[in-house]
């Protein structure tokens, strides 16, 4: 069984920036693959950043230059860095990691950039 949850969102305006925190509670060196996926309202859930085979990072075309995926393994920490951020960035964030034969997910932070 794996927990994670996630901090950090909030409101932010154009421009800003914000980092969210995901917190597993095992540790993150077992998982295959681990990172952020988000929903917008009315859309598909999409991959934003993720960890896979080892250090490789992957991030959706959409953040890339803006968002840095990061990971603390002394803490089972994974970080999303996100800047520039953009009124189309809004949606709830989820963390996610893939461990043996399934996926887990947290519980989601709702992240909203307007002025």
């Known amino acids: 069984q794996v927990q994670l949850v996630e901090s950090g969102g909030g409101l932010v305006q154009p421009g800003g920036s914000l980092r969210l925190s995901c917190a597993a509670s095992?540790?993150?060196?077992?998982?295959?693959?681990m990172g952020w996926s988000r929903q917008a309202p009315g859309k598909q859930r999409e991959m934003v950043a993720s960890?896979?085979?080892?250090?490789?990072?992957n991030y959706a075309d959409s953040v890339k230059g803006r968002f840095t995926i990061s990971r603390d393994n002394a803490k089972n920490t994974v970080y999303l860095q996100m800047n520039s951020l953009k009124p189309e960035d809004t949606a709830v964030y989820y963390c996610?990691?893939?461990?043996?034969?399934?996926?887990?997910w947290g519980q989601g932070t709702q992240v909203t950039v307007s002025s």
């Open positions: 996610n990691a893939r461990f043996k034969i399934r996926r887990y």
């Open positions: 095992r540790s993150i060196a077992d998982f295959n693959d």
């Open positions: 960890f896979t085979n080892g250090d490789s990072t």
